[in-house]
């Protein structure tokens, strides 16, 4: 039997959708459905009055608001400026720094903050120099609190602000500022009323996302001994399984950082959709030469800035060499072994990365892409919700989608009889759920620059579907598709928070390694796998700059 | 011709009875635990336990250890209600083992009688410590001490003497300096907690715990990290830490000290094969493994105590079980000494989430006005 085109497109659209709704929606419904019952399974918003009761909780959400408005404004200083340094400004290694200045994105979860405790904590190498040369008695505490953490994320977030303002300003018509400057416009006065309120679709995702992130990460407040947030409380009280009460504040918690993932969205719906591409034609902007003084004063900075960043770095590499580093500036003993414990004596890590990303990866590809095709060539009814979910599934952290999971698909399947969280598969399955966006958004943004005309004109000539698409199609639309793929890529093979809960004996990955062995105590084999991780996703990296260039920041937004 | 088909139905028993035993030795291939028990001490046992069914069943095991929590190695295996994922659960409080066998979730210990009856029930006066299930689904492994950590050169600087007991972490030069975990988070912090409150009583208790919080400069998100932290020189001396994962951060290279002060409670990590276990014969066996005195001794390299008073943690000079020794202050067994104990774990049990209400409250809630 063959069935029509029709029904064709028709399965893949039913199977997309069944897909969308058994692994995103139904967990989802799983937690809130939790949160408002008893263990006897009654009705009860009791959690929530609980919750609001509670001062120390009232503390940590009121802790966590202001962390994440903290975290905005300091990444959106030093992301705009770098923004602006990288679009406007011709000076010596600029395409280096623009390439640099992504890296700090791709630090893994807990390897950033363990690699500034390591320089910058109390028994850090700059405490230790001050203590050693100056006799500094009591250690300056630049980690232990809310300004450590404040630390660590900026460092971790200022490229999504660079991205996005990037992605922005470089579709700003130089046309419309020229024309401002002609009429005597000054500099400033520009920037205030052409230039920026241009840029703030691309400020507002980008800013967004920095507060979600903020407010998500458990990992990072916990290092430096801070607790009273909301994502770490979260974390902590599902952690301990003992005390149901304890627990089922956790989820309660879980669900709570969904509702605010969701009204933040929302709230900043109208910039933070898939944008309008229209103009995704990259305006060539001139960039203004800048004068041998100023020339050297933006190295300078960007230099500056590069050195807070690879603080981690550093921090790890000297941590995954040295053997029994402590109150020494640098490792007394240096060895090989922590490496060789974690990549050749047990290589599980690595391997199991590189599979289940890598499935996630192919999973990422045949539901996105469709998906993008769903939303750019078709009138499909719920396109614009397609839309939505993808955003939201950027919003949610990770934590609550691993809960989520975990008490949704612990019961036994039909035919199998075996719960799908007991089966190795739902780990591909929740990277390629969490890191979807990234694939959708840069094959919908590759789609949209192909003019549905130019394939007519192919099919016109007498091409067949599929000379067309593979002549005209795929040759205009690979690097899209591909730069969003390998984000999902990285962003996958990173994911702690989600994997978390649902990781059992033989599925870790390098991101669960790093936390086994951090928990473990062993800090120098936690190390040397961030170190490892460090290097798999510089490298993809390199591959996205080089094909996209900085243009990468329509993914997240 | 009665007695011929006696014989011959003897014969036949006993025949089946040594095939039925050929059969029960034979082992599965693969043995998963859940264990709050740090990889240092889970890794080598495992790896040694791999080596020895390989000589003895010719069977390459496939070994693997899930790192949780007690509680959520409780929690979790709670949730697979009676389906487990893992064979084994290691380590912990008995009273949540006791608890697990009153859900029907863990499976009667199927192994030699000599080797359990080789653990006496209990230890410790005038509070016992169960050493092993009486009514046999779980039983201890080895013994270890909670005691307390510091660093040498960071209390150097300080100024402050080395503590010898719970009292001497309340010195005010360590303001700040002290790390230890959230009872509501850590077994081992919990029963040190509890060790405080039932030494000193309730009321005076809490005050003690509230000077310790006012000295603390972190609480950690998980009972490993208290040594790990000291180790490192981050803070001068920790609270409540397992003897072995201090011997751990020592045996990395690092300058720690450990003691354990009298009354420290001492825990007997126990280990229980889960009903519905997947391979239950392997996990068998290796409870019966590490009992036995080749068990017994890899684990004594790492810092812990034998279960038993047939052997003693010893070694040739330089050795790492004399390493352990002198770390652990010259213990080599703990039959040889009169054990204190005032713990009473069915007192903690009862009003475990009292003691965390209560330690939110006064001092998790109330940590920076007490820091003042």
Known sequence: ?557 | MVRRMKTLALAFASMSLAAGLAVAQQIEDELTLITPVAKTLTDPTLADFAKFAKEKWNITLKTSALAAGTPVAYGRILEWKGRPEVDIFWGGESALFDKLAEQKLLARLDIPKAALDAIPTTIGKPKPIYLKDPKGFWTGTVLEPYGLVYHPKVLARLGVPEPKDWDDLLHPKLKGHVAQCAPSRSSSSHATYEVILQRDGDDKGWEWLKRLGANTGIFTARSRDVPSVVARGEFAAGFAVPSYMAFEDRLAGFELKFVAPKTAWITPEPIAVLAGAKHPKAAMAFIEYLLSERGQRVAMERGVFPITPKFRVQGAPGSRAEMAVEFTGGIRSYFDIDVVNIYDDDKAQGRYEKVNEQFRKDIESAWETLKK
Not at chain 1, 128 to 145: A, H, Q, R
Not at chain 1, 274 to 299: F, H, M, N, Q, T
Not at chain 1, 511 to 535: K, W
Request: glycine share 8%; hydrophobic share 55%.
């Open chain 1, 1 to 557: 039997m063959k069935l029509p085109r029709g029904s064709l497109a028709v399965l893949g659209f039913v199977l997309i959708w069944a897909f969308l709704i058994l692994f995103i929606l139904f967990p989802l419904t799983r937690i809130f459905y939790d949160a408002i019952t008893n263990e006897a399974g009654q009705f009860t918003l009791g959690h929530f009055h609980d919750f609001f009761t509670d001062s120390f909780y009232l503390r940590s959400f009121w802790r966590s608001m202001v962390l994440g408005v903290a975290a905005v404004l300091t990444t959106s200083v030093i992301g705009i400026a770098v923004a602006f340094l990288i679009v406007r400004y011709e000076f010596p290694y600029r395409k280096t720094f623009s390439y640099l200045t992504m890296l700090p994105m791709i630090l893994p979860p807990l390897v950033g903050v363990l690699g500034f405790v390591f320089i910058l904590g109390r028994a850090g190498t700059v405490n230790i120099l001050l203590m050693d040369w100056f006799g500094l008695e009591t250690p300056v505490n630049f980690m232990y609190g809310m300004h450590g953490v404040l630390l660590v994320e900026t460092v971790h977030l200022f490229p999504l602000m660079t991205l996005s303002i990037l992605d922005a300003l470089a579709k700003v018509d130089p046309s419309l500022e020229e024309a401002a400057q002609g009429i005597g416009a000054s500099g400033w006065h520009r920037f205030w009323t052409i230039t920026l309120p241009l840029t703030t679709p691309g400020y507002i995702s980008g800013a967004l996302l920095v507060f979600i992130w903020t407010f998500a990460d458990f990992i990072t407040p916990l290092v430096v001994g801070v607790q009273d947030l909301l994502a770490p409380q979260a974390y902590l009280n599902i952690m301990q399984f003992v005390d149901r009460r304890i627990f089922r504040m956790g989820i309660v918690i879980s669900a709570l950082l969904v509702v605010l993932a969701i009204l933040f969205v929302i709230a900043a719906r109208e910039y933070v959709a898939i944008k309008d591409y229209s103009s995704l034609a990259y305006s060539r902007v001139e960039r203004r030469r800048l004068g041998p003084v100023k020339r050297w004063l933006a190295v300078g900075l960007l230099m500056l800035l590069m050195i807070v960043c690879v603080i981690p770095q550093v921090g790890v590499l000297l941590a995954a060499v040295g053997r029994g580093w402590a109150l020494t500036p640098f490792p007394v003993h240096y060895t090989w072994e922590f490496f060789h414990a974690v990549s050749i004596e047990t290589p599980k890590f690595i391997i199991n990365s590189f599979v289940y990303a890598g499935l996630a990866l192919i999973l990422c590809l045949v539901i996105g892409v469709p998906m993008a095709w769903i939303m750019t060539r078709t009138r499909a009814p719920g396109r614009n919700t397609m839309d939505a979910l993808t955003t939201l599934i950027l919003a949610i952290p990770g934590t609550a989608i691993g809960i989520a999971y975990i008490r949704a698909f612990n019961f036994p399947l039909p035919f199998i009889d075996a719960p799908l969280t007991g089966m190795w598969i739902i780990l591909p399955l929740v990277l390629a759920v969490r890191r979807l966006p990234y694939t959708v958004r840069g094959s919908y943004s590759s789609l949209l620059l192909v003019h549905p005309s130019m394939e007519e004109a192919a099919a016109n000539v007498g091409a067949t579907k599929l000379r067309t698409f593979r002549d005209i199609t795929v040759p205009l639309v690979w690097k899209g598709i591909l730069v969003g793929a390998l984000f999902s890529f990285i962003m996958s093979i990173q994911e702690a928070s989600a994997t978390i809960f649902l990781t059992l004996g033989g599925w870790e990955m390098i991101p669960f390694g790093i936390f086994t062995f951090y928990i473990a105590g062993s800090h120098s084999q936690a190390a040397a796998l961030g170190v490892i991780l460090i290097v798999v996703c510089a490298l993809s990296l390199l591959v996205v700059n080089r094909i996209a260039g900085t243009r990468v920041g329509g993914l997240f937004g």
